[in-house]
């Protein structure tokens, strides 16, 4: 499966963003998808998960602000950011896998820059 992020950009403090990841090569009600970011001189950390059976998972750093959906029948996941915060800002990347929390395909990454 290919995946490709989107919806990245530049906003303020207190802004709202929602990140969008297209699948191909396969449908999507074969994967968890999963959401990543990673800031400079960072690892890459977990944001969200957004499973098969509907279940969602977050990290604390986002839960309240953030939130995970999909639309199988457009193979696209989404993340929902609200009151985004200059410590969101990095490079998020949406990922799939078969089984549970085993990322086997990840997407190219979109810039998410929040000003303060």
């Known amino acids: 499966v290919q995946l490709q992020a989107s919806g990245g950009g530049l906003v303020q403090a207190g802004d709202s963003l929602r990140l969008s990841c297209a699948a191909s090569?396969?449908?999507?009600?074969?994967?968890?998808m999963g959401w990543f970011r990673q800031a400079p001189g960072k690892e890459r950390e977990f944001v969200a998960a957004?499973?098969?059976?509907?279940?969602?998972d977050y990290a604390n750093s986002v839960k309240g602000r953030f939130a995970g959906s999909r639309d199988n029948a457009e193979d696209t996941a989404y993340l929902q950011m609200n009151s985004l915060k200059p410590e969101d800002t990095a490079v998020y990347y949406c990922?799939?896998?078969?089984?549970?929390?085993?990322?086997?395909?990840w997407g190219q990454g979109t810039q998410v820059t929040v000003s303060s």
């Open positions: 957004i499973r098969r059976s509907g279940t969602r």
């Open positions: 990922a799939a896998g078969e089984l549970n929390n085993v990322w086997n395909y």
């Open positions: 090569g396969r449908t999507l009600n074969n994967y968890n």
